[in-house]
């Protein structure tokens, strides 16, 4: 028995819902730091950053699924639901953050760093993606809308480049770990892509 056989026959038994579990890990994790006065120098700024973060691992993670079966024979699809709302959870958590407690719920306010700010819009573009992917992921939507659902899950793609262009975008020189994750989300849709594009380079070249 190889190896990715034998994971995947223990995968069978786990249920979802330890992975829902595990998800919150991180939340317990910035809400330990807050309290004991280690999140930094600026509270707020620094929620918002580890709750930034903590969406793109969960963004990023769930690109990772696809491949991992492809290329290693890894099966995790049945907890890609999982690992995507909970991205779409932690993302909410980093908008809530930014609207309640650094905007204070000040309208004007938000449009003005939204205008200052522009990599602020791209971030929410992101967020609304993300709701209609979340919105679409339960077992109704899937039968309602056919071979369509496939199509529009497609936009976790943008959504996921939206973020990375989002946390890119914020800091004044790009670090060392930004260029990680740029490279990481190339390498993932290379590989998510590469299918695609080689049937659809194949069929062009069938005789006819």
Same mark, same amino acid.
């Given at each position: 028995?190889?190896?990715?056989? *034998?994971? $995947?026959?223990?995968?069978?038994?786990?249920?979802? /819902?330890?992975?829902?579990?595990?998800?919150? !890990?991180?939340?317990?994790?910035?809400?330990?730091? +807050?309290?004991?006065?280690?999140?930094?120098?600026?509270? !707020? =700024?620094?929620?918002?950053? %580890?709750?930034?973060?903590? *969406?793109?691992?969960? @963004?990023?993670?769930?690109?990772?699924?696809?491949?991992?079966?492809?290329?290693?024979?890894?099966?995790?699809?049945?907890?890609?639901?999982?690992?995507?709302?909970?991205?779409?959870?932690?993302?909410?958590?980093?908008?809530?953050? /930014?609207?309640?407690?650094?905007?204070?719920?000040?309208?004007?306010? *938000?449009? $003005?760093? @939204?205008? =200052? %700010?522009?990599?602020?819009?791209?971030?929410?573009?992101?967020?609304?993606?993300?709701?209609?992917?979340?919105?679409?992921?339960?077992?109704?939507?899937?039968? =309602?809308?056919?071979?369509?659902?496939?199509?529009?899950?497609?936009?976790?793609?943008?959504? +996921?480049?939206?973020? +990375?262009?989002?946390?890119?975008?914020?800091? =004044?020189?790009?670090?060392?770990?930004? /260029? !990680?994750?740029?490279? *990481?989300? +190339?390498?993932?849709?290379?590989?998510?892509?590469?299918?695609?594009?080689?049937?659809? @380079?194949?069929?062009?070249?069938?005789?006819?």
């Amino acid at each position: 028995m190889g190896i990715a056989t *034998a994971v $995947n026959t223990h995968l069978r038994a786990l249920p979802t /819902w330890p992975v829902y579990l595990a998800g919150l !890990i991180p939340l317990a994790w910035v809400i330990w730091l +807050v309290m004991s006065g280690g999140i930094g120098v600026d509270p !707020i =700024k620094g929620i918002e950053h %580890r709750l930034g973060k903590i *969406a793109l691992w969960f @963004l990023l993670g769930g690109l990772v699924i696809t491949p991992l079966r492809r290329l290693i024979g890894v099966n995790l699809i049945r907890y890609r639901r999982a690992v995507g709302l909970l991205a779409f959870f932690y993302v909410t958590l980093h908008l809530v953050t /930014w609207l309640v407690l650094d905007m204070e719920l000040l309208w004007r306010q *938000a449009f $003005n760093d @939204l205008y =200052k %700010r522009p990599y602020l819009l791209f971030g929410i573009i992101g967020f609304v993606l993300l709701l209609i992917l979340a919105l679409t992921s339960n077992t109704a939507s899937i039968r =309602k809308l056919g071979r369509n659902w496939r199509r529009v899950h497609w936009l976790v793609y943008p959504a +996921v480049s939206l973020g +990375v262009v989002h946390y890119l975008w914020q800091m =004044k020189v790009i670090s060392q770990e930004g /260029w !990680i994750w740029a490279g *990481a989300l +190339v390498v993932l849709l290379g590989l998510r892509l590469m299918p695609w594009l080689r049937s659809r @380079l194949f069929s062009r070249q069938r005789p006819i």
